[in-house]
C-alpha cells in the first residue's frame, strides 16, 4: 500500500490542483487528507469539492472547526478569512443541493483514523484538532513530547503547524533538506511522529507546496511549485481577504 497524505489545503485551488496531480503520477493507493480544507485562501468551494471527489478519507482541522464553533483565539487575518468564508459556505434555505452538501460533508469530518499501525490527527495525538507539535518542542518542552509519545502506539501523522518533519522516539527532530523530495526510514514497530507539511500554506521558509507518501519502510516529502501568484491575486481580489495573505505564499512563511 502507498499512502499519499495531504494536509493544510487552505482554499488554495492552484496548489491543491498541482499536488493532486503529482500524487497521480506517483501511483499512491489511497490518499487522505488531514484537515483545514479551508480558511485563508480563495476557493473553498473547489477545494472541498476535490477532496470530497479524490480522498479515501479527510480530518477535521481546526479551521474546519471553526466554521461551526467560532474562532476566538484566531488572530485577525485568520478570524476574517473564517467569516468569509463561512459567508460563502454556509446554506440558507434558498440555496441549492451542491451547497447544502459541501456544509454536511464539513460538519461530518472526524478528529481522528486508523489505518492498520498508522494514526492519523490533524493536530496531536493529545488534542486532534488543536494543539501545536512545534519543531522546538524537543528541546524547549520535553515534558509535553513525552506526554504526546505517551499518546501514541506506533507511528502518527499530524499537520496544522504547517513544518515537515518527524520526531523519532528519542525526541529528535529531522526537517527537511531543501530539495524536490526528502525520504526517511519508517520502522512500524516504534512510534513517531510525522508532519507532512502544508499544501496551501508552507511556513518553513520553501513556498512550494509539500505532502507526503508513506510505503511500507518509508515516508517521502515532495514540494510541489504551484502559480502563488495566481492564489494572491485571487486573495485580494476578494477585497476581504488581507493582503498578508496574499504575500505570505510567496515567502514561505
Given at each position: 500500500m502507498?499512502?499519499?497524505?495531504?494536509?493544510?489545503?487552505?482554499?488554495?485551488?492552484?496548489?491543491?490542483?498541482?499536488?493532486?496531480?503529482?500524487?497521480?503520477a506517483q501511483g499512491?493507493?489511497?490518499?487522505?487528507?488531514?484537515?483545514?480544507?479551508?480558511?485563508?485562501?480563495?476557493?473553498p468551494e473547489?477545494?472541498?469539492?476535490?477532496?470530497?471527489?479524490?480522498?479515501?478519507?479527510?480530518?477535521?482541522?481546526?479551521?474546519?472547526?471553526?466554521?461551526?464553533?467560532?474562532?476566538?483565539?484566531?488572530?485577525?487575518?485568520?478570524?476574517?478569512?473564517?467569516?468569509?468564508?463561512?459567508?460563502?459556505?454556509a446554506p440558507r434555505w434558498y440555496h441549492g443541493s451542491a451547497r447544502r452538501q459541501r456544509w454536511a460533508w464539513l460538519e461530518g469530518l472526524r478528529p481522528s483514523h486508523v489505518l492498520?499501525?498508522?494514526?492519523?490527527?490533524?493536530?496531536s495525538p493529545r488534542d486532534p484538532v488543536r494543539e501545536y507539535v512545534l519543531s522546538t518542542d524537543?528541546?524547549?518542552?520535553?515534558?509535553?513530547?513525552?506526554?504526546?509519545?505517551?499518546?501514541?502506539?506506533?507511528?502518527?501523522?499530524?499537520?496544522?503547524?504547517h513544518?515537515?518533519?518527524?520526531?523519532?522516539?528519542g525526541h529528535r527532530w529531522t526537517g527537511l533538506d531543501g530539495g524536490e523530495s526528502c525520504e526517511l526510514p519508517l520502522d512500524r514497530s516504534r512510534r513517531s511522529l510525522w508532519n507532512v507539511g502544508s499544501v496551501g500554506q508552507p511556513r518553513d521558509g520553501d513556498n512550494r507546496a509539500c505532502y507526503a507518501i508513506v510505503d511500507e519502510?518509508?515516508?517521502?516529502?515532495?514540494?510541489?511549485?504551484?502559480?502563488?501568484?495566481e492564489t494572491a491575486r485571487k486573495i485580494l481580489a476578494t477585497g476581504v481577504l488581507g493582503e498578508v495573505l496574499a504575500r505570505r505564499l510567496a515567502l514561505g512563511r
Open positions: 502507498r499512502l499519499a497524505l495531504i494536509s493544510d489545503l487552505h482554499s488554495n485551488l492552484e496548489a491543491l490542483t498541482a499536488v493532486l496531480a503529482h500524487v497521480e499512491v493507493d489511497l490518499l487522505g487528507c488531514l484537515g483545514d480544507v479551508v480558511g485563508y485562501g480563495p476557493d473547489a477545494c472541498i469539492d476535490l477532496v470530497r471527489e479524490r480522498a479515501d478519507f479527510c480530518l477535521l482541522g481546526n479551521h474546519d472547526e471553526a466554521l461551526f464553533h467560532g474562532a476566538p483565539d484566531f488572530n485577525p487575518h485568520a478570524r476574517v478569512a473564517l467569516e468569509w468564508t463561512r459567508a460563502r459556505l492498520g499501525d498508522l494514526a492519523f490527527h490533524h493536530a524537543g528541546m524547549m518542552n520535553r515534558g509535553k513530547l513525552a506526554d504526546l509519545f505517551g499518546c501514541m502506539s506506533g507511528p502518527t501523522f499530524i499537520g496544522h503547524t513544518h515537515p518533519g518527524v520526531f523519532d522516539d519502510d518509508r515516508v517521502t516529502w515532495w514540494r510541489v511549485p504551484y502559480d502563488h501568484h
